[in-house]
């Protein structure tokens, strides 16, 4: 006889243990539930944003269908400081700052961007991205070009920093300049798309290197090209047998929604495999009108993903990035990536560190969806690469046993062999 037993439980008592665990698991989920309420997301303050909105077309003598247009939404970006004075109030220490810092980095926010802005907190989340502010100027610290992306160019308008896939840069125009953009030193005073030629070169250098079989076309903002511009870009690219994907990094979601329209929808299911990465920041900009576009691109087969930045006083903070990724979901958009905010001229003031992010990632892995669940890269000093950052889960490793510990810091043995 066996002398290995078997404690039988009854069908109560295993759902009395089932009970007592789901009660813990409650306790993990706490802090969260309480934080979230106080979290302003887009769709909560739906309401707040209808009525902005409409105050800023009538002042801007806009029709509900000019509104609608992106290209309204283009020409009609603010980036004076007397139109903005008349949409929302400033006070004139901001706007002196305003004026100086518009002196040496571009600024322009569109009408619709402008409306999800709160008018009496400057600490605003999707304020602080598109509204200047005097730190820009007393950056010490940051670099123009801290990528090399300069000497990372084996063509005009590529970044190559991986063997199989590289970016084109189509364009500098975008519909709302990032006060924490990575690209500053591109944005310069005017929009300047890049030229056919460029675009051309850019594409038979693509030709040419039979190892490229992913093309991300970013800038700027590539969607603020025409359709007829991308659709031409991307037939070239169709016509690459070695390219198997191609990518488009567009913010247009966020910063103006109604760029994705069906006629781009139509044109962009032409050139599946297709993927589209876009930039959310703060649960506050998943508004009705992002929805409406993300579920654009979703029905036209387009898988989305969302790249985030971890910003200081915008979303380093656990609750709000979880609340953020939970709100993606919602969208239609799978968190991918967030990026530790790189040194770069004028954005000293929006670099947090490390240990935030990791403290974000840390809150992550166990307590929601591992859907929600982006990767925390660092994108290494002179564009070696992105470096992907996780808390630590494996304690030790064995030849034969590893340590690891779970999302709730219990500590297990695993065995470390093959049968
Ligand atoms: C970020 C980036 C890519 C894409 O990287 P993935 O990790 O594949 O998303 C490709 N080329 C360059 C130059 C990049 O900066």
């Known amino acids: 006889m066996s ?32 934080a979230s309420k106080n979290i302003p997301t887009g769709f909560n303050l739906s309401h707040e944003f209808k009525v902005r909105r409409d105050q800023i077309r009538e002042q801007l ?49 569109s009408p619709y961007y402008l409306s999800i802005m709160s008018t009496d907190n400057p600490n605003c989340p999707v304020r602080m991205q598109g ?26 308008r590529i970044t190559r920093r991986y063997a199989d896939r590289l970016i084109i840069n189509v364009t500098n125009q975008c519909a709302m300049f990032c006060r924490h953009c990575q690209r500053r030193r591109n944005i310069g005073e005017v929009d300047a798309p890049a030229s056919l030629d460029e675009i051309k070169a850019a594409i038979e250098y693509i030709k040419k290197n039979s190892e490229i079989r ?63 990465n ?27 993903g969302n790249q985030a930045v971890l910003l200081k006083g915008i979303n380093n903070d656990p609750h709000v990035m979880k609340k ?11 968190p991918y990536y967030i990026f530790h905010a790189k040194p770069v001229k004028g954005t000293a003031h929006f670099v947090p560190t490390i240990q935030e992010g990791l403290e974000i990632m840390e809150n992550l892995r166990g307590f929601t969806s591992g859907l929600a669940i982006p990767w925390y890269i660092i994108n290494a000093p002179g564009g070696a690469g992105k470096t992907p950052i996780l808390p630590q889960y494996l304690l030790s490793m064995g030849k034969n046993h590893v340590m690891i510990r779970t999302w709730e810091g219990k500590v297990f043995r695993c065995a470390n062999n093959s049968l």
């Open 214 to 276: 992913d093309v991300l076309i970013t800038g700027g903002d590539p969607l603020t090209l025409t359709d007829a511009k991308l659709d031409w870009i991307l037939t070239e690219l169709d016509n690459i047998e070695h390219v198997e994907i191609k990518r488009i990094g567009s913010r247009t979601p966020v910063t103006m929604p109604q760029r994705i329209t069906q006629e781009l929808c139509d044109m962009l299911e032409k050139h599946h495999p297709l993927f589209i």
């Open 61 to 109: 003598g806009a029709t509900e269908e000019e509104w609608n247009d992106w290209h309204w939404q283009m020409q009609n970006r603010v980036n004076d400081l007397d139109t903005l004075r008349q949409l929302m109030p400033i006070t004139d220490e901001e706007a002196r700052h305003i004026e100086m810092v518009s002196m040496k980095f571009r600024w322009a926010v």
């Open 324 to 334: 953020l990724n939970h709100e993606l979901l919602k969208i239609h958009v799978r």
């Open 131 to 156: 509204i200047p502010i005097g730190r820009e100027l007393q950056d010490m610290w940051g670099k123009e070009d801290p990528m090399a992306e300069e000497f990372t160019s084996p063509a005009p």
């Open 3 to 34: 002398s290995h037993s078997v404690v039988k439980h009854s069908d109560e008592e295993k759902r009395l243990v089932a009970l007592e665990r789901a009660e813990e698991l409650k306790q993990h989920i706490k802090g969260y539930r309480e």
């Open 278 to 304: 876009t930039h959310f920041n703060h649960p506050k900009e998943v508004t009705d009108e992002a929805l409406r576009a993300t579920r654009m691109l979703a029905k036209a087969g387009i898988p989305l």
